[in-house]
């Protein structure tokens, strides 16, 4: 029989989103669906933890991402949602176990290969050798993976030994794969006379839109694009052409860093700058009243070349 160690009952740092009425809740419902289970289950920082077994190691599933699923759904869906979210990983587990045999063959698995961007922290994690990817910018990680129908699961460098295609190869493969199989439908909004566009798809590819933007020529209207990736739902551009992209920053940070607290599959908290061929971190923080905006120098030198006086200070309440 199952056995949950969950007895505190405060919120945790990594459910801050949730009340302590939702929190019990929803863990509730975690520990009733691992009750059933013939092997031993534990529940601590923000995962399950049980045995892997066939001599695999310890098995461990997030509660992160769905916990910021069920709280944008009303609560009488949780407990199906969560019961629907286990038994995928369950049945993903054994199709991925059937799968490696055949990993090394690259017919097999061209149609599979895609690309994902995740958080730095997220890569950081996971241990040397078990992911094939490359730094995008300060927080921001490209993997290759493999899209199955029910997970997606990164590629390990041991299983593209035999196949013909460099890792830079693959990686254009992949978000070759990604972009057919997941359209991205980008829409605007005027806010007040400042254009924003947004993609927002309900599968985990949105933030992709940053590679078509990478393969973009320079157009000189442009001064490059604010570009924010807050989960894997969303994505929110403003192209670069006047000082109105002070107004756009204003607008964006918020939405941003919002978005990226709630969620579900949160990517980055970041504001970034397309520039080039570069995704420039453009930094700032929050407080009860400003938004602090502190950029680079190559930032502050294109706002003093918009305004024109060269009066733009370093930093920036916006």
């Not at 969950?6 to 945790?12: G, I, T, Y």
């Not at 995740?118 to 927080?139: D, F, N, Q, R, W």
């Not at 924003?196 to 209207?221: G, M």
Request: negative net charge.
């Amino acid at each position: 029989m199952s056995t949950i160690n969950f007895q505190d009952s405060r919120v945790p740092e990594w459910a801050g989103f949730f009340s302590k009425e939702e929190f019990v809740m929803f863990m509730g419902y975690v520990s009733d669906y691992f009750k059933g289970s013939d092997v031993s289950y534990a529940i601590a920082e923000g995962a399950v933890s049980g045995p892997g077994g066939n001599g695999r190691s310890s098995e461990k599933m997030g509660l992160i991402n769905l916990a910021q699923f069920c709280r944008l759904q009303p609560i009488e869906e949780w407990g199906a949602m969560i019961s629907n979210h286990f038994d995928g990983i369950r049945k993903a587990a054994s199709f991925e176990k059937e799968f490696s045999g055949k990993a090394h063959d690259f017919a097999c698995v061209r149609d599979l290969i895609g690309v994902r961007l995740y958080p730095e922290e997220y890569v950081s994690a996971i241990k040397t050798g078990l992911a094939m990817g490359k730094l995008m910018a300060e927080g921001l990680y490209a993997l290759l993976v493999f899209d199955f129908p029910d997970s997606i699961v990164n590629i390990r460098p041991e299983q593209s030994i035999q196949w013909p295609l460099s890792t830079e190869e693959l990686f254009g493969l992949g978000i070759r794969n990604t972009r057919k199989k997941y359209p991205l439908n980008l829409f605007e909004q005027d806010f007040d006379g400042i254009p924003i566009s947004f993609v927002v798809e309900n599968h985990f590819y949105a933030p992709n839109i940053l590679f078509n933007f990478l393969e973009e020529k320079p157009d000189p209207e442009y001064k490059g694009m604010l570009i924010g990736l807050p989960n894997r739902h969303a994505a929110l551009m403003h192209r670069i052409t006047d000082m109105k992209v002070l107004q756009a920053i204003h607008r964006m940070i918020p939405a941003i860093y919002g978005m990226n607290k709630e969620g579900p599959g949160s990517v980055s908290d970041k504001l970034y700058w397309l520039h080039e061929g570069e995704v420039i971190v453009l930094p700032y923080t929050l407080d009860a009243e400003n938004i602090h905006f502190d950029p680079p120098e190559n930032f502050i030198a294109l706002l003093r070349e918009l305004e024109g006086d060269g009066g733009c200070p370093r930093a920036v309440a916006v």
